[in-house]
């Protein structure tokens, strides 16, 4: 199994899922990959190439998620205004706002198991 990381399906390191997967001396068993989108016409612009050229062997699984970059960055201030060093402090407001987004961003919206065709010969 391989896992990929990119900050977008606009990034240049999203290509290497399509290499993957249509590679012919390897046979993609399992391909983890986070990618971030805009919207679902980005994902589906992603997804649609990877889906037509893969392999009838191939189970493509893509999963929607919701606010995961704002929960992420709320994090990361947490982090920072709750060192002693801090000037400013994590606010019981912050953290109501942060358990909001939390909420938001724990399950994904929706997700969707995609199998390609057999490719008729």
Not at 9 to 14: L, P, Q, R
Request: overall charge positive; glycine content about 0%.
């Amino acid at each position: 199994s391989h896992a990929l990381t990119c900050e977008s399906v606009k990034d240049d390191n999203s290509k290497a899922i399509k290499s993957w997967i249509v590679s012919k001396s390897r046979k993609p068993s399992l391909l983890v990959s986070n990618l971030n989108a805009k919207n679902l016409a980005e994902i589906n612009s992603f997804v649609s190439p990877i889906y037509n050229s893969a392999p009838a062997s191939t189970v493509i699984f893509v999963a929607v998620q919701k606010g995961h970059v704002q929960a992420q960055k709320m994090e990361n201030m947490k982090r920072t205004l709750q060192d002693p060093r801090a000037s400013l402090m994590w606010t019981d407001e912050m953290q109501k706002n942060f358990d909001n987004i939390l909420d938001q961003s724990r399950f994904p919206v929706a997700t969707y198991w995609l199998c390609p065709k057999p490719v008729k010969s």
